[in-house]
Nanobody
Framework: QVQLVESGGGLVQAGGSLRLSCAAS????????MGWYRQAPGKQRELVAV???????NYADSVKGRFTISRDNAKNTVYLQMTSLKPEDTAVYYC????????????????WGQGTQVTVSS
């Protein structure tokens, strides 16, 4: 099986920074896109940022210029550097990865992390 384990969430004041990490483990053959989503109370889960295996990135308009997504392919890890945080960034952040793994057949599958809470106080 494949697991995604997130870390780095916490409580921060508005204007502060946090860095989230998400490491994939298991018998992984290749990882396609990796991304971060978030879900605030009472709201739907939304895409925050995504990065392809080649390094192309895409961001939600609400985080452009403040968040940076990156990945270390050797470590099967994706990061989200968050700066100039706002109270409206408060949410549970989830890691997602499209992974081709040893016992998953010929098609890659989407996997999710357990989520990490980010709380931004005003």
């Amino acid at each position: 099986q494949v697991q995604l384990v997130e870390s780095g969430g916490g409580l921060v004041q508005a204007g502060g920074s946090l860095r989230l990490s998400c490491a994939a483990s298991g018998i992984i053959l290749s990882i396609n896109a990796m991304g971060w989503y978030r879900q605030a109370p009472g709201k739907q889960r939304e895409l925050v940022a995504v990065i392809t295996s080649g390094g192309t990135t895409n961001y939600a308009d609400s985080v452009k210029g403040r968040f940076t997504i990156s990945r270390d392919n050797a470590k099967n890890t994706v990061y989200l550097q968050m700066t100039s945080l706002k109270p409206e960034d408060t949410a549970v952040y989830y890691c997602n990865a499209n992974i081709l793994w040893s016992f998953g057949g010929i098609r890659p599958q989407d996997f999710w992390g357990q989520g990490t809470q980010v709380t931004v106080s005003s």
